[in-house]
C-alpha cells in the first residue's frame, strides 16, 4: 500500500477488536495496525457501529482507522 500511496494519502481501514475468541474472529489491535503501516500516521480512531454484525463480530469492538502518509 505503502508503495502505491503518495505523501498525503490518507487510508480508512475498519478493523475488528482483539477478542477473547480469537478461534472465532482474530481481530487486530491498535498497536498491531501501526506496526503494520510504518511510515503512516495515526489521525483519528473511532468506533465503529455493529448493528447487522451478529455475534461475535458485534463484541469485538470494532473501529475505524484513519491514517495518514507522512
Do not use: C, H, K
Not at 500511496?5 to 472465532?24: E, H, K, S, Y
Not at 498497536?31 to 463480530?57: C, K, N
Request: net charge positive; no cysteine.
Amino acid at each position: 500500500m505503502t508503495a502505491l500511496a503518495r505523501d498525503g494519502a490518507t487510508l480508512l481501514m475498519f478493523a475488528l477488536g482483539a477478542t477473547r475468541v480469537r478461534r472465532l474472529v482474530e481481530g487486530v489491535s491498535q498497536p498491531e495496525i501501526l506496526a503494520a503501516f510504518p511510515g503512516w500516521q495515526l489521525l483519528d480512531v473511532r468506533p465503529a457501529e455493529t448493528a447487522g454484525l451478529g455475534w461475535p463480530m458485534n463484541r469485538t469492538s470494532p473501529r475505524w482507522y484513519r491514517l495518514g502518509l507522512r
